[in-house]
Structure formats: C-alpha cells, structure tokens
C-alpha cells in the first residue's frame, strides 16, 4: 500500500514562512517523480512544483522565487520551503507521485499515480 503523507502546514501571515513535508511510503522512492499541487474551493487543482528522481526541478511561475523543492532519498522525504507567503497562496496542499517512466506533462494532476490527504496553507493577516 502506497501512502503520502503531508504534513506542515497552518495559518500564516503574509510575507511568512512554511516548510511542508510529503513522507512517502510503499513505494520505490527514486523511480518516482513527486510533486505539489493545491486547491481551494474556486480553483481547479493548481500545480505548484514538481522534482525529478533525479532532482530536476520545474515551478509554476506564480511561486517561482519564493518556494524551494527538495528531496531525500534516503528519508522517502520531498520537501517543500515557502517563503514570502502571500494571501493567493492560500488552499489545500496535495503531495503526489508519478512514475518516472512517464512522459506526458508533469503539471498535468490527471497523470499522478498516488496522492495524499493534502494539507491546508492559510496566508491570512
């Protein structure tokens, strides 16, 4: 059984900090690429960043600059550091994972194998 479990997130005021933290288990950690997705009640799921198992890394352009991905292989851990926090980057947090040997468009939501429960970022003053 896969699981990914998030974890960090909470209320923050803007120009803030949060670091969230996907800890995967049931997997081969380093033949999946990880991502981070959000949601809130007027948004469809958003991309936010994606790393490779090798550690290529891709935001979107809206937390470009301002959130930091990382991974430990050795940890099943993917990390994800957001700074500067502004109201917009409010909503549900959702870590995934996809296979590697998969080519389509990694901001696509619909191409993720596995997803875990999400976690909720409020930017709020």
């Known amino acids: 059984q896969v699981d990914l479990v998030e974890s960090g997130g909470g209320v923050v005021q803007p120009r803030g900090n949060l670091r969230l933290t996907c800890a995967a288990s049931?997997?081969?950690?380093?033949?999946?690429?990880m991502a981070w997705f959000r949601q809130t009640s007027e948004k469809e799921r958003e991309f936010v960043g994606h790393?490779?198992?090798?550690?290529?890394?891709n935001y979107a352009g809206s937390v470009q600059g301002r959130f930091l991905l990382s991974r430990d292989t050795a940890m099943n851990t993917v990390y994800l550091e957001m700074n500067n926090l502004k109201p917009k980057d409010t909503g549900v947090y959702y870590c995934?994972?996809?296979?590697?040997?998969?080519?389509?468009?990694?901001?696509?939501?619909?191409?993720?194998?596995?997803w875990g429960q999400g976690t909720q970022v409020t930017v709020s003053a």
């Open positions: 995934a994972a996809r296979s590697s040997v998969k080519r389509t468009p990694y901001y696509n939501p619909a191409d993720y194998d596995y």
């Open positions: 049931g997997l081969t950690f380093n033949t999946y690429n």
């Open positions: 790393i490779s198992w090798s550690g290529a890394i």
